[in-house]
């Protein structure tokens, strides 16, 4: 069992900064690909950006390509999103989330762990 979870969420302007991270505790973190997903009231979990278990491979929505950056630290049994030029349409609820298999892919049933998720709000 992994249990995850979230912080770093908060209120921003548009065009801000925020970088969330993901502890995680239980059994070994450094092994699972992890992954970013976000939610917004009413809406399906969406795909935010993924990262192998070694780190070396990353995988991103192409709505914040360009603007977030996934990374992780498995000393820390930590992953991270840094979130660039934020803009109101990425408000959510943003969730971490761990996978037992290598070929996990951009689906929220890919996954077997979930955060209980930080709320990001991003104001005009």
């Known amino acids: 069992q992994v249990q995850l979870v979230e912080s770093g969420g908060g209120l921003v302007q548009a065009g801000g900064s925020l970088r969330l991270s993901c502890t995680a505790s239980?059994?070994?973190?450094?092994?699972?690909?992890m992954a970013w997903f976000r939610q917004c009231p009413g809406k399906e979990r969406e795909f935010v950006a993924r990262?192998?278990?070694?780190?070396?491979?990353?995988y991103y929505a192409d709505s914040v390509k360009g603007r977030f950056t996934i990374s992780r630290d498995n000393a820390k049994d930590t992953v991270y999103l840094q979130m660039n030029s934020l803009k109101p349409e990425d408000t959510a609820v943003y969730h971490c989330?761990?996978?037992?298999?290598?070929?996990?892919?951009?689906?929220?049933?890919?996954?077997?762990?979930w955060g209980q998720g930080t709320q990001v709000t991003v104001s005009s």
């Open positions: 989330a761990a996978a037992r298999s290598r070929y996990s892919g951009v689906l929220p049933t890919d996954y077997d762990y």
């Open positions: 239980g059994r070994t973190f450094s092994s699972y690909p």
């Open positions: 990262i192998s278990w070694s780190g070396s491979s990353t």
